[in-house]
């Protein structure tokens, strides 16, 4: 019997949006189970120097609730991608489009997948327009 294939992808995933749920469908897709790393808080503040609006362990409950997510961990580390693909016996590592080509190193380890974004959406466009709104009305 051969095995359904295991699909791995990452993501902040904070404000939780319509982006973020296409691009889990997407995956989800692609294979017969789908695991997600919820980068965490720190991983957040070390690229940004900043903390997602909401916590990892609320990121976490949310990405978990999605019908078609079947595992979450927390992605402590850039750095682990290759350890979490091999410790998730992931099959497919999926990556939104805006990353296209720079996780190819790990084509020896699982199929590479780009997915293109959902247009017009992203976290830091929303806060962005919450931002605007909060100074229009200050
Ligand atoms: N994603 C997507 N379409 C969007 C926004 C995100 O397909 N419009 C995908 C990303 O490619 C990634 C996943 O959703 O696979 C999680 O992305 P994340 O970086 O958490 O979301 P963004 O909304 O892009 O956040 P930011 O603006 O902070 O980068």
């Not at 992605?75 to 990353?99: C, F, N, P, T």
């Not at 080509?101 to 959902?118: H, I, N, Q």
């Amino acid at each position: 019997m051969t095995r359904s294939k295991t699909v791995i992808t990452f993501g902040t995933y904070d404000l939780f949006h319509i982006g973020h749920l296409n691009v889990l469908h997407r995956a989800a897709a692609l294979g017969g189970r789908l695991v997600v790393g919820v980068s965490s808080d720190a991983l957040n503040f070390s690229k940004k120097a900043a903390f997602p609006v909401f916590s990892q362990a609320d990121r976490m409950a949310i990405i978990r609730a999605i019908r078609v997510v079947d595992e979450v961990f927390l992605e402590e580390s850039l750095e682990q991608k290759g350890d979490y693909i091999r410790a998730h016996h992931a099959d497919v590592l999926v990556m939104g489009d805006d990353w296209a080509g720079k996780f190819d190193m790990f084509r020896s380890l699982c199929e590479v997948v780009y997915l293109p974004r959902t247009e017009g959406i992203s976290t830091t466009a929303i806060k962005q327009g919450l931002e605007r709104e909060r100074i229009v009305q200050a």
